[in-house]
T-cell receptor, first 111, second 118 residues
């Protein structure tokens, strides 16, 4: 039972344009959400997070939006750069030490 | 350098032959966790540990054991590996676990161990 879903396995965008990665969840108890980025042959690295008391969090080129009523969050990367090409995982936690991850979206940014 | 290390990075073994994947962190983190990554399923938590001698099951604990005798080490043990345990395994640590009363902390991941069980 996947409680966190990333329905797009891949996304391709042109350098300089916006990348939008989406994530849906089913558990209304989730109260903390994170995005991780993963390059080949490396472990995931933390990118940005958001608490359920907020609807937006920004860090440089990366912004995460949370829509609690729709149980949906998205990661916006503006402008996209070739170095952003990686697999992005959405993760959520209900404060129970059990972090749930989505299946990941492979982003390719073309020069 | 702050890091999470895993050994071995690659392992091919046969069904039933006990193996241990080691994990060590040098950040004095209290919380450590093991995940497996499979195509289309993302990262699934196997076991986690809130502190020394405190471990608990994650989503997919069957066929695995862990121990936390020291704060820095959190080995993953497969007593009798089977082919369905062929996967990419990640160890992770964070200052604290998530939970009421704790600050949420992002997890730091190791580089991964690719295990093949024949």
């Amino acid at each position: 039972d996947q409680q966190v879903k990333q329905n797009s396995p891949s996304l391709s965008v042109q350098e300089g344009r916006i990348s939008i990665l989406n994530c849906d969840y089913t558990n209304s108890m989730f109260d903390y959400f994170l995005w991780y980025k993963k390059y080949p042959a490396e472990g995931p690295t933390f990118l940005i997070s958001i608490s359920s008391i907020k609807d937006k969090n920004e860090d440089g080129r990366f912004t995460v939006f949370l829509n609690k009523s729709a149980k949906h969050l998205s990661l916006h990367i503006v402008p996209s750069q070739p170095g952003d090409s990686a697999v992005y995982f959405c993760a959520a936690s209900a404060g129970d030490n059990d972090m749930r991850f989505g299946a990941g979206t492979r982003l390719t940014v073309k020069p | 350098e702050a890091q999470v290390t895993q050994n071995p990075r690659y392992l091919i073994t046969v069904t039933g032959k006990k193996l241990t994947v080691t994990c060590s962190q040098n950040m004095n983190h209290e919380y450590m966790s093991w995940y497996r990554q499979d195509p289309g399923l993302g990262l699934r938590q196997i076991y986690y540990s809130m502190n020394v001698e405190v471990t608990d099951k994650g989503d997919v604990p069957e066929g695995y054991k862990v121990s936390r005798k020291e704060k820095r080490n959190f080995p993953l043990i497969l007593e009798s590996p089977s082919p369905n345990q062929t996967s990419l395994y990640f160890c992770a640590s964070s200052l604290y676990g998530s939970g009421i009363g704790f600050s949420y902390n992002e997890q730091f991941f190791g580089p991964g161990t690719r295990l093949t069980v024949l």
